[in-house]
C-alpha cells in the first residue's frame, strides 16, 4: 500500500521522478563496478596461487583442476 502511494506521488513529480531514476542508476552503476574490480581481484589472486604452486613444482594438472585455470593459462605464467 505505502509503495502504492510513493509511485503515486513520484509520478506526480516529474523532477523527483528523474532524480530518483538518476540515483537509481548511479547506484547500479557502482555495485556494477564493484563486482567488476571484485572479480578482477579474485582472478588475480588466482593467478598468483597458481604461480607460487608452480614455484614449488606442483603439476599442470593438479593446478588446473585445484584453480579452474586451463593448462595453457597455467604454462603462460
Given amino acids: 500500500m505505502q509503495a502504492k502511494k510513493s509511485l503515486s506521488n513520484i509520478s506526480k513529480n516529474k523532477e523527483l521522478w528523474i532524480a530518483q531514476w538518476k540515483q537509481e542508476s548511479f547506484e547500479r ?27 614449488t613444482g606442483i603439476p599442470l594438472e593438479q593446478i588446473s583442476k585445484l584453480t579452474g585455470l586451463s593448462t595453457a593459462e597455467i604454462q603462460s605464467l
Fill in 29 to 55: 552503476d557502482i555495485r556494477s563496478g564493484l563486482n567488476a574490480a571484485m572479480q578482477q581481484g579474485i582472478q588475480q589472486g588466482i593467478t598468483q596461487v597458481a604461480k607460487n604452486m608452480l614455484s
